[in-house]
């Protein structure tokens, strides 16, 4: 039995929580109140494509805990904007042979999480979920296993406790796999990430619509562009030669077995949320910039969402 303390447990978190906490594990869940005290009140019920389950003895905290460690994994799934909060605290709260596992969106995460432990390892997740209600939250779609490594080769100690986590979570029934180059991975999930969740979010659709129509396909072809120049010039050495053959994988695979999926960006707009297309979109734009390239497709889809982000969640696309 491990003891895992997941922080930001909003849908994602809430999944994670539920089914290692089904595995045996010692869990606990820091989240919102409302979402907490529902869970207290009536288990968390996490149903979907892996089926319905009801889950209790769960610990819950709204605040850090104190007193509750050490953990032997901490993991991270808040919004970008929140992991510097969060790397002031976690090392402190992580046992022996802990580790802090990051399953966010966007770029720069694990770099952040490292400032306040030397023990983080890289979580590439492209499964989605929604919270439905307070205590209900929902598997919704599922394109490949959760894929968990180092952000630095050479770690032989790290690399071995990232195999080990990945089995484990594995074994509690999220697919899962360890990964020897976890930071191409993540970057795999930014060149999904980047094309369809701004367009998704601004446009209020889905993302098996943004591939339906022309004008859309050439805006996701041109952000995928601009998104593979910018990692080839930082030496990532992604699984697709060319971003034409990435996007070959992108509209074939990816696409359609997310199909009915609305962007978590498109989610925050509409309850008048801060969104992640800065460390999406927004970190393409920028990286581009430091190494004296443009990136224009990624500079006006990160404007277009802070307007929206401004306008607030009574404007509908």
């Given at each position: ?76 799934t808040v919004k970008s904007f929140d ?157 697709w030669a060319t971003a034409t053959a ?72």
């Amino acid at each position: 039995m491990a003891r895992v303390l997941v922080v930001g447990a909003g849908a994602l978190g809430s999944v994670f929580g539920a089914f290692l906490r089904r595995a045996g594990d010692d869990v606990t869940l820091l989240g919102r109140p409302a979402h907490l005290e529902a869970i207290a009140a009536h288990a968390l019920l996490v149903d979907g494509l892996w089926g319905e389950h009801r889950v209790s003895d769960l610990r819950l905290a709204t605040d850090w805990p104190r007193g509750d460690g050490p953990y032997d994994a901490v993991l991270v799934t808040v919004k970008s904007f929140d992991t510097m909060s969060v790397a002031s605290h976690v090392g402190a709260l992580l046992g022996p042979d802990g580790v802090v596992i990051s399953l966010q969106n966007g770029l720069g995460n694990v770099e952040v999480l490292a400032d306040g432990a030397d023990r983080v390892l890289g979580g590439r997740v492209i499964f989605g979920a929604a919270l439905l209600s307070p205590g209900r939250v929902r598997v919704t779609v599922y394109a490949d296993p959760v894929l968990i490594g180092t952000v630095r080769h050479g770690l032989a100690g790290l690399e071995e406790r990232a195999a080990v986590w990945a089995a484990h979570v594995g074994a509690a029934g999220i697919p899962c796999e360890y990964c020897p180059d976890v930071l191409a991975a993540l970057w795999g999930k930014v060149l999904y990430n980047a094309a369809l969740n701004p367009l998704s979010a601004l446009l209020g659709v889905h993302y098996g619509a943004l591939a339906e129509h022309p004008h859309t396909r050439a805006i996701m072809d041109a952000v995928i562009e601009e998104a593979f120049g910018v990692a080839h010039a930082e030496g990532i050495s992604l699984p697709w030669a060319t971003a034409t053959a990435y996007r070959a994988v992108f509209y074939a695979r990816l696409v359609p077995s997310t199909a009915r999926h609305r962007s978590s960006m498109l989610q925050d707009l509409e309850r008048g949320r801060r969104t992640e297309v800065d460390a999406i979109n927004g970190a393409i734009w920028q990286r581009a910039l430091t190494r004296g390239m443009v990136a224009p497709f990624n500079e006006v889809l990160t404007r277009l969402v802070h307007v929206r982000e401004a306008l607030g969640p009574g404007v509908r696309p």
